[in-house]
């Protein structure tokens, strides 16, 4: 069976990605925090799929973390959803340099190091994918969350342009990136959402069905939802000025 490594595995999309993968035949191996979560979770989709499913309590904000996420990669994946993130509390210079080099470091250099890891070894074998969960934000106006997933974007382009020659096109690295998603991370984030439209909003099971659909196509960059490819579309054409006042203010109000 193949076997797929997702990190931020408890919750939101990372949740959805391993009901999913775990329903269409992979093993799992499941990186989070919370321990007793993690392994709730992982004993609930063995019972459910008959998968093997296997447990990797890291923090991918700290070096112990990465390096324990490296050395399971590196044993061999044939999937890794780089999904694991977070909403800080706040504007710029409303939160401290600290929570925001942090999220630097989940959001970039997280990302940078398990898909170094993992590529050698896909190339190796003539198969496999990464895909890296961006946002929406990336094209948009957000502060160092919407740069560090700007650079998601950037990164897995670049980094799919590089191995291009050398997988033959059977190697996919993918940015999948969702405008709102029904998930714990506005909660987390103490981030008010009533001023949000309904027809804003996405499922994960939705985004998680789009971003296979659009790994398996060979699509490099991925965007769930007709609604968020006119806005993203349309947006390229607009003033950056004015795309950076809109998009500052909307769906960010803080509890």
């Given at each position: 069976m193949p076997t797929a490594l997702i990190t931020g595995a408890t919750a939101g999309i990372g949740a959805a990605?391993?009901?999913r993968l775990a329903a269409d035949g992979f093993d799992l191996v499941l990186l989070a925090r919370n321990e007793e979560r993690l392994t709730q979770t992982a004993k609930d989709l063995?019972?459910?799929?008959?998968?093997?499913?296997?447990?990797?309590?890291a923090d991918l904000a700290?070096?112990?973390?990465?390096?324990?996420?490296?050395?399971?990669?590196?044993?061999?994946?044939?999937?890794?959803?780089?999904?694991?993130?977070?909403?800080?509390?706040?504007t710029?210079?409303?939160?401290?340099?600290?929570d925001e080099l942090t999220m630097l470091r989940v959001h970039c250099e997280a990302v940078l190091r398990l898909t170094?890891?993992?590529?050698?070894g896909m190339?190796?074998?003539?198969?496999?994918?990464?895909?890296?969960?961006s946002s929406a934000a990336a094209f948009a106006t957000r502060g160092t969350y919407g740069a560090s997933k700007a650079w998601v974007v950037s990164f897995s382009q670049g980094?799919?342009?590089?191995?291009?020659?050398?997988?033959?096109?059977?190697?996919?690295?993918?940015?999948?990136?969702?405008?709102?998603?029904?998930?714990e991370f506005h909660e987390r984030a103490?981030?008010?959402?009533?001023?949000?439209?309904?027809?804003?909003?996405?499922?994960?099971?939705?985004?998680?069905?789009?971003?296979?659909?659009?790994?398996r196509r060979g699509l490099v960059v991925s965007i769930p939802g007709a609604q968020y490819k006119a806005i993203i579309g349309v947006g390229k054409l607009v003033p950056r000025r004015l795309v950076g006042r809109l998009s500052s203010r909307a769906g960010r109000k803080y509890d």
């Open positions: 990605f391993a009901s063995h019972d459910k799929y008959a998968v093997n499913t296997e447990v990797l309590v700290s070096e112990e973390g990465l390096v324990a996420a490296e050395e399971r990669v590196r044993k061999g994946v044939d999937l890794l959803v780089n999904n694991a993130g977070f909403g800080n509390r706040g710029f210079l409303n939160v401290p340099v600290s170094y890891a993992a590529l050698p190339i190796e074998r003539g198969r496999g994918g990464v895909i890296n969960v980094v799919s342009a590089d191995i291009a020659g050398r997988s033959k096109g059977n190697v996919k690295v993918m940015a999948l990136c969702p405008g709102f998603v029904h998930t103490q981030m008010s959402t009533g001023d949000i439209p309904g027809f804003m909003w996405l499922e994960a099971d939705k985004v998680v069905d789009a971003g296979l659909r659009d790994l």
